[in-house]
Nanobody, 124 residues
Framework: QVQLVESGGGLVQAGGSLRLSCAAS????????MGWFRQAPGKEREFVAA????????NYADSVKGRFTISRDNAKNTVYLQMNSLKPEDTAVYYC?????????????????WGQGTQVTVSS
């Protein structure tokens, strides 16, 4: 069992930056691929970024490429999402997720555990 707790959300002006953190419980964190997703009001949840267990393979949604960076620190059981050049359309609840199946990084498989989410609001 893995429990995920996101933090770091908040209100920021367009063009600003935020760093989200996702702290995981359990001794097996380093074996999981991790992902970030988001859901805006009235929209379906969408993929944002993913990283494999070692941190050497990442994938991003086209809408965030060049602006967001996913990273992880296995010693701290934490995955991060650095968000720069934020836009109002980035406003959403952001969720982190964990997957045993490393193919999630390439868009396959499914995630096993989800956090409760953290709100990010970007004002224009």
């Amino acid at each position: 069992q893995v429990q995920l707790v996101e933090s770091g959300g908040g209100l920021v002006q367009a063009g600003g930056s935020l760093r989200l953190s996702c702290a995981a419980s359990g001794r097996t964190f380093s074996s999981y691929a991790m992902g970030w997703f988001r859901q805006a009001p009235g929209k379906e949840r969408e993929f944002v970024a993913a990283i494999n267990w070692r941190g050497g393979n990442m994938n991003y949604a086209d809408s965030v490429k060049g602006r967001f960076t996913i990273s992880r620190d296995n010693a701290k059981n934490t995955v991060y999402l650095q968000m720069n050049s934020l836009k109002p359309e980035d406003t959403a609840v952001y969720y982190c997720a964990a997957a045993r199946d490393q193919t999630v990084v390439a868009g396959g498989g499914q995630y096993d555990y989800w956090g409760q989410g953290t709100q990010v609001t970007v004002s224009s």
